[in-house]
């Protein structure tokens, strides 16, 4: 079954909005996992917009005594900075079960496009054997449409995260045939070649149901915006228990 990974980084942005330490972000993830969620996500920034080095030791330390998932998401070229050690170094520090690397620049508003293996592809080859040396299972931040995903397994990566902003926007203007037909196809080019697949970026309860019965055997779903968005209307538990319910009705797919 799929697996439900909470991001929450959008706890981190309303906490430094005012200063302080409330909302708590370490308490917002243990409600998530008590509520039943099978791990969590944080994206540290270099310019530390949200989740702090701190919060990911934190959060380290929090699902390792739960026994859940902790996925490090981040620009493995980003050098380090003032409070930002790298995300190399935050995964040597905290030895999380998924480091998911992603090319997005301090500018960017959100992450909003996969990895070009063309460019950066050898450059990533020694940082993921370094990952994995660390205990990383590495996944790669890949737009469906590139047609190159099977050469993330060539360069040692174990994952591919689809990045799902264009099905997310398809779903709302109401074309999905082609665009789920792009996505299903991305991620059984990805399997063929040995690798995993997750997904992620503006999934919601409404999307989620309809994107996991066309695109076969995804593995883990990270989820953010949209859940804490929700949250704020539902209360935490029940936004997540409402995913989890969503995930389980899920149409099966063939092996």
Same mark, same amino acid.
């Given at each position: 079954m799929t697996q439900l990974s909470v991001n929450v980084n959008k706890i981190a942005v309303l906490r430094n909005s005012r200063g302080g330490g409330d909302p708590d972000v370490v308490r917002a993830a243990m409600t998530c996992l008590r509520a039943g969620a099978h791990g969590i996500t944080v994206h540290p920034r270099p310019d530390q917009r949200h989740i702090r080095a701190d919060d990911v030791y934190a959060l380290s330390e929090l699902t390792r005594q739960h026994g =859940?998932?902790?996925?490090?998401? $981040?620009?493995?070229?980003?050098?380090?900075? @003032? !409070?930002?050690? !790298?995300?190399?170094?935050?995964?040597?520090q905290t030895r999380p079960a998924q480091a998911t690397l992603v090319p997005d620049g301090d500018g960017q508003l959100t992450s909003d496009h996969g990895i070009d293996f063309s460019r950066d592809g050898e450059r990533l080859r020694p940082l993921i054997a370094t990952l994995k040396q660390y205990g990383c299972r590495v996944s790669l931040f890949v737009d469906a449409g590139n047609p190159e995903i099977a050469q993330a397994a060539a360069l040692g990566a174990d994952r591919v995260e689809l990045y799902t902003g264009p099905y997310a926007e398809a779903f709302v203007e109401g074309d999905l045939p082609a665009?789920?037909?792009?996505?299903?196809?991305?991620?059984?080019?990805?399997?063929?070649? %040995?690798? $995993?697949?997750?997904a992620g970026h503006d999934l919601?309860?409404?999307?989620?149901?309809?994107?996991?019965?066309? =695109? @076969?055997? =995804?593995?883990?779903?990270?989820?953010?915006?949209?859940?804490?968005?929700?949250?704020?209307?539902? !209360?935490?538990?029940?936004?997540? !228990? %409402?995913?989890?319910?969503?995930?389980?009705?899920?149409?099966?797919?063939?092996?």
């Amino acid at each position: 079954m799929t697996q439900l990974s909470v991001n929450v980084n959008k706890i981190a942005v309303l906490r430094n909005s005012r200063g302080g330490g409330d909302p708590d972000v370490v308490r917002a993830a243990m409600t998530c996992l008590r509520a039943g969620a099978h791990g969590i996500t944080v994206h540290p920034r270099p310019d530390q917009r949200h989740i702090r080095a701190d919060d990911v030791y934190a959060l380290s330390e929090l699902t390792r005594q739960h026994g =859940v998932e902790f996925n490090i998401e $981040g620009n493995p070229f980003a050098p380090p900075r @003032p !409070g930002y050690p !790298g995300l190399l170094a935050l995964c040597e520090q905290t030895r999380p079960a998924q480091a998911t690397l992603v090319p997005d620049g301090d500018g960017q508003l959100t992450s909003d496009h996969g990895i070009d293996f063309s460019r950066d592809g050898e450059r990533l080859r020694p940082l993921i054997a370094t990952l994995k040396q660390y205990g990383c299972r590495v996944s790669l931040f890949v737009d469906a449409g590139n047609p190159e995903i099977a050469q993330a397994a060539a360069l040692g990566a174990d994952r591919v995260e689809l990045y799902t902003g264009p099905y997310a926007e398809a779903f709302v203007e109401g074309d999905l045939p082609a665009t789920l037909a792009l996505f299903s196809d991305a991620a059984r080019r990805a399997q063929a070649a %040995g690798l $995993g697949v997750n997904a992620g970026h503006d999934l919601s309860q409404d999307n989620l149901g309809t994107f996991l019965d066309a =695109v @076969p055997d =995804v593995l883990e779903v990270s989820i953010g915006h949209a859940l804490i968005s929700e949250a704020l209307y539902e !209360g935490l538990e029940d936004t997540i !228990g %409402g995913y989890l319910a969503t995930i389980a009705a899920a149409r099966p797919h063939d092996a």
